[in-house]
């Protein structure tokens, strides 16, 4: 059939992955995470999510199908 779901989920995920990173780096050390025992969950999630990103894009650009 040709329709391969892992390219747009892939980018969708790596994209919210690249902002929610970017804006843990932005706000790192401030107060808002004083909630959060110190921690950046921001930083930390985005990097979750620019995982998963990749690892639905990589197999999908190495297939062959179209």
């Not at 706000?27 to 950046?40: F, V």
Request: aromatic share 8%; net charge positive; glycine share 16%.
């Amino acid at each position: 059939m040709g329709l391969d779901l892992r390219k747009p989920i892939g980018i969708f995920f790596l994209v919210l992955g690249i902002i929610l990173a970017g804006q843990g780096l932005i706000t790192k050390g401030s107060e808002i995470y004083a909630k959060s025992l110190g921690i950046n969950i921001n930083l930390i999630w985005g990097g979750v999510l620019i995982v998963f990103g990749a690892l639905m894009l990589v197999p999908a650009m190495l297939s062959k199908g179209e």
